[in-house]
C-alpha cells in the first residue's frame, strides 16, 4: 500500500491556468506538508498543516493555495500558473510534532509553457 | 536560522570503492540531522537520523553518517559503493516544525 500519494505524478499546462495537486497519506498522521523542489534539485518547504490547520506558510505567492478538506488529505491549487512554477511538488506528512520522522510522496513534475 | 551546506554537487566514484558525502549545518542548539536519498523519478526516503547519543549512526543500504559537532558537520559515509546508489543525496537538520534541506549532491557510480 503507498503510504503518501499524489495526483497527477506529470501534468504539463500554459502559463494563466489553474491546477490542481492532489495528496492523500494512509499513515493516520496528524501533519502534511507541501515542497517545492526546482531545476536545480533545491527543496524547500511551502506549507505544513496539522489537523487541517496551517502551521506554516513560508512566502509563497497568494496564487498558491493549499487545502484540508481532512487530515489525511492536502491539495495545492495553484492560479494563473507562471513559467516560474515548474519544478516538482512533493507531499509529505508526519505524526504532530515529528516533523523529524516526514513520509515523501513520489512527487508531481509540473511544466509550465 | 537554520541551514544546511552540502559542498559536493556532483560526486563521482567507481563502483566498489568507498564514499563520503559532506554536509555541514548551522543550529544555535543541538540539531537533529537526517539524511534523505532521492532515486530518479522518486520520492525521498530516509537513510539515517542523528538525534543524540553515539555520534556514529547506522542507516539503511548500508550507510553511516558522523556527527562531529567541533566541525559541525553530518557526513555520510558507505565502505563499498553499488551501482544502485547512483541517486541525489539530501543532508537535512530539524528547524521549527520543518525540515531544511541541504542543496543536494548528486552521486554518480562508474562501472
Known amino acids: 500500500d503507498t503510504a503518501v500519494s499524489q495526483t497527477p505524478k506529470y501534468l504539463v499546462t500554459q502559463m494563466g491556468n489553474d491546477k490542481s495537486i492532489k495528496c492523500e497519506q494512509n499513515l493516520g498522521h496528524d501533519t502534511m506538508y507541501w515542497y517545492k523542489q526546482d531545476s536545480k534539485k533545491f527543496l524547500k518547504i511551502m506549507f505544513s498543516?496539522?489537523?487541517?490547520?496551517?502551521?506554516i506558510n513560508e512566502t509563497v505567492p497568494n496564487r498558491f493555495s493549499p487545502k484540508s478538506p481532512d487530515k489525511a488529505h492536502l491539495n495545492l491549487h495553484i492560479n494563473s500558473l507562471e513559467l516560474g512554477d515548474s519544478a516538482v511538488y512533493f507531499c509529505a506528512s508526519s505524526q504532530a510534532g515529528r516533523a523529524y520522522e516526514q513520509y515523501f510522496g513520489p512527487g508531481t513534475r509540473l511544466t509550465v509553457t | 536560522a537554520q541551514s544546511v551546506t552540502q559542498p559536493d554537487i556532483h560526486i563521482t566514484v567507481s563502483e566498489g570503492a568507498s564514499l563520503e558525502l559532506r554536509c555541514n549545518y548551522s543550529y544555535g542548539a543541538t540539531p537533529y540531522l537526517f539524511w534523505y536519498v532521492q532515486s530518479p523519478g522518486q520520492g525521498l526516503q530516509l537513510l539515517l537520523k542523528?538525534?543524540?547519543?553515539?555520534?556514529l549512526v547506522q542507516g539503511i543500504k548500508g550507510f553511516e553518517a558522523e556527527f562531529k559537532r567541533s566541525q559541525s558537520s553530518f557526513n555520510l559515509r558507505k565502505p563499498s559503493v553499488h551501482w544502485s546508489d547512483a541517486a541525489e543525496y539530501f543532508c537535512?537538520?530539524?528547524?521549527?516544525?520543518?525540515?531544511?534541506f541541504g542543496q543536494g549532491t548528486r552521486l554518480t557510480i562508474n562501472p
Open positions: 542523528y538525534f543524540s547519543g553515539d555520534t
Open positions: 498543516y496539522n489537523n487541517k490547520e496551517l502551521i
Open positions: 537535512a537538520v530539524q528547524g521549527a516544525q520543518k525540515l531544511v
